[in-house]
C-alpha cells in the first residue's frame, strides 16, 4: 500500500530543532516515517543481550532519529511486530475498570463488537466478554477463552477480520503500534476494522516523558518506533483516522492514552487532546536539549547506578532486584549489572523462575522466598505490576529492606 506522506502536518519549529549538529552516523538506513536517510543518533547503547529473548545472544541497539520529521526509531532488521510484550501492562482491577467506564460511554451491547489487538489488548476484553460484549482477540499468542485470530496484526489480517467477525465499535491497541514496521498500515488497518463511529483506544510509551526521565530502559531491539502525539495524528490522519482525546499516564516512565475514530466521527475533540499537544510543544521550549542531550544524561543516570551498586556490593550489603520484566533487563544489562551487585531477581511469574536473567545471568526467585532472607537493599525495576509488589515490599521494609528506584534518579521509595 502507498501512502503519500503530508510533511506540512508536523510542527516545523518543533521538527526541524531537536536535531542540528548531531554526528553522521556512517551507515544510513530509511525512516520508517518520512524515508529520508537517517544520519542521526539518538542513543547507540552498543550489542546488548536481547530482553524479550531465552538466549543470551547479543544484537547492536542503536536508536536513532530522524532530522526531517524527528521519528525516533530502532533502524535494525523489523522483528515483525511479534515480539511485542505479552505481560498485563494493567491489573486486572483496573483493566474492569477500564472496560466498565468504556462500555458505558460508548454504550455497548450484546450487538457490539471489541476487538483486540494484540496479546495485552485481548486480555484486557475479558470484563468485556465478562458483560456480554462479543469479543475477537488479533495475535500470535492467543488468550484462553477469548476468540482469536493467529495473525500479526496489518490491513490484511484486518480486512480478515472485518469480512469474517464485522467490525468493532471499539478497537483496543495496548503497547502494540511501537512494534509495527509499517505504522502506516497499522493505522489503515484500525480503520479497515471500525465500524463508522466506532472507537480506537491506543496506549504506547510516551516519547517525550522517557526523555524528560532519562528512561534508557525502555528502548529495546524488538520495539521499531518511539512515539509522540504529534507522530500518532500524523500516521493516522494518513488513514483517515482523527485523534480526538489524549492522556499523559504515569505508569512505566510515561505512557500516552489516546481516543480517535474516523476523520468523520462524531466524537468531539476534548480538552485534554489540546493539553498534550501544547505540553509536546512547550517541552522543547523548556528543555532544547531534551532529544540531542538524551544520551550523555543516559550516560550519566548509567555511572551513577554503576556506582550505587558497586558502593553496595564494596560495603557487603546484599541487593535483590524486583521484576524480570524486559524494562529491568534492560536497565541492568545498559548498565553492566551482573550477579555480583545484584543476588537474584524476584518475579512472580512460574516460568521465569529458576531462570538466569539474559546477559547479567541473575537468577530469577519467587518473591516470597526473599520474606525468608530479606536483603539489605530491593531495586524496584520498571514494567513490574505494583499490585504484585507492593505486599512484599511493605512486608520488606518492615524488617529492616532499603526499597530503591534508580530511574528517573536513585531515590528511596
Ligand atoms: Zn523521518
Not at 12 to 33: E, I, K, Q
Not at 285 to 314: E, H, T
Request: net charge positive.
Amino acid at each position: 500500500m502507498t501512502i503519500s506522506i503530508d510533511m506540512s502536518a508536523f510542527d516545523a519549529d518543533s521538527a526541524a530543532s531537536p536535531v542540528r549538529n548531531w554526528t553522521p552516523v556512517p551507515h544510513s538506513p530509511p525512516c520508517r516515517l518520512c524515508g529520508a536517510r537517517l544520519h542521526s543518533t539518538l542513543i547507540d547503547l552498543g550489542d546488548l543481550p536481547l530482553a524479550n529473548g531465552t538466549s543470551h545472544r547479543c544484537a547492536p541497539l542503536h536508536i536513532r532519529i530522524c532530522d526531517e520529521c524527528t521519528l525516533v526509531q530502532h533502524a535494525g532488521e523489523a522483528r515483525s511486530g511479534t515480539h511485542a510484550p505479552s505481560g498485563p501492562s494493567v491489573s486486572a482491577a483496573q483493566a474492569a475498570n477500564h472496560a466498565q467506564t468504556v462500555r458505558k460511554r460508548l454504550h455497548l451491547t450484546a450487538g457490539s463488537l471489541t476487538i483486540g489487538i494484540g496479546t495485552r489488548s485481548t486480555e484486557l476484553l475479558r470484563p468485556f466478554q465478562a458483560a456480554g460484549i462479543p469479543v475477537f482477540g488479533i495475535g500470535p499468542a492467543p488468550v484462553a477463552g477469548i476468540p482469536n485470530l493467529d495473525a500479526v496484526f496489518n490491513t490484511g489480517t484486518a480486512m480478515q477480520v472485518a469480512v469474517r467477525q464485522g467490525c468493532a465499535d471499539l478497537a483496543i491497541a495496548d503497547n502494540i503500534l511501537p512494534y509495527a514496521p509499517d505504522l502506516f498500515d497499522f493505522a489503515a488497518g484500525l480503520a479497515t476494522i471500525l465500524r463508522p463511529n466506532g472507537i480506537v483506544s491506543l496506549l504506547v510509551p510516551y516519547l517525550p516523558a522517557l526523555l524528560q526521565g532519562t528512561r534508557f530502559d525502555a528502548f529495546c531491539h524488538d520495539a521499531c518506533t518511539y512515539l509522540s502525539l504529534r507522530v500518532i495524528e500524523h500516521v493516522f490522519r494518513s488513514a483517515g483516522l482523527r485523534v480526538f482525546d489524549a492522556t499523559r499516564l504515569p505508569g512505566d516512565g510515561g505512557q500516552l492514552h489516546v481516543l480517535a475514530c474516523r476523520a468523520a466521527g462524531l466524537h468531539t475533540a476534548r480538552p485534554g487532546l489540546k493539553a498534550v499537544r501544547q505540553a509536546e510543544r512547550l517541552a522543547l521550549l523548556d528543555r532544547p536539549d531534551l532529544y540531542s542531550g538524551f544520551s550523555a544524561r543516559a550516560a550519566a543516570a548509567r555511572a551513577d547506578i554503576r556506582a550505587f551498586l558497586g558502593n553496595r556490593y564494596a560495603a557487603g550489603r546484599r541487593v535483590v532486584a524486583l521484576g524480570a520484566t524486559g524494562r529491568g533487563i534492560m536497565l541492568l544489562n545498559g548498565c553492566g549489572i551482573g550477579a555480583r551487585e545484584i543476588a537474584c531477581a524476584a518475579d512472580p511469574d512460574p516460568s521465569k523462575q529458576g531462570c538466569l536473567l539474559p546477559g547479567s545471568r541473575i537468577p530469577v526467585v519467587a518473591p516470597e522466598s526473599l520474606e525468608a532472607n530479606p536483603p539489605d537493599d530491593a531495586i524496584v525495576l520498571s514494567g513490574q505490576d505494583t499490585a504484585e509488589t507492593g505486599p512484599i515490599l511493605a512486608s520488606l521494609r518492615q524488617r529492616g529492606t532499603q526499597v530503591w528506584a534508580l530511574l528517573p534518579r536513585i531515590a528511596r521509595v
